[in-house]
């Protein structure tokens, strides 16, 4: 959780995000609040529920760069264990390397 909210003002992710929000925002704006907007009865907790709609897009497709970056991080990191163990010497867990016998 902690790495998610950091990623929630990286300034890598944020541009992304912040396109997706303007964009994904304003149509659910404009749908939600739409109407009360032309005809002026925009309330406080109104703009509250407008500045959410846009900050929703945005944490969602932070998340979902943050999740990409782990899932890619985890697999170069198992790569070259994977190919420690295959070839037989496992350096980082012993345990793990293939015994082979001679006949």
């Not at 790569?79 to 070839?87: A, G, K």
Request: aromatic share 6%.
């Amino acid at each position: 959780m902690k790495g998610y909210i950091s990623a929630l003002t990286d300034r890598d992710l944020r541009t992304e995000a912040a396109k997706v929000a303007l964009v994904v925002g304003t149509i659910l704006f404009s749908i939600n609040h739409g109407p009360a907007l032309a005809n002026g009865k925009m309330t406080p907790s109104r703009w509250l529920a407008g500045l959410l709609t846009y900050c929703i897009p945005y944490s969602v497709n932070i998340h979902g760069q943050y999740s990409y970056r782990r899932k890619q991080s985890a697999k170069k990191r198992a790569v070259p264990e994977q190919l420690e163990i295959l070839s037989g010497s496992s350096k980082s867990h012993p345990e793990r390397a293939l015994h082979t016998t001679s006949c």
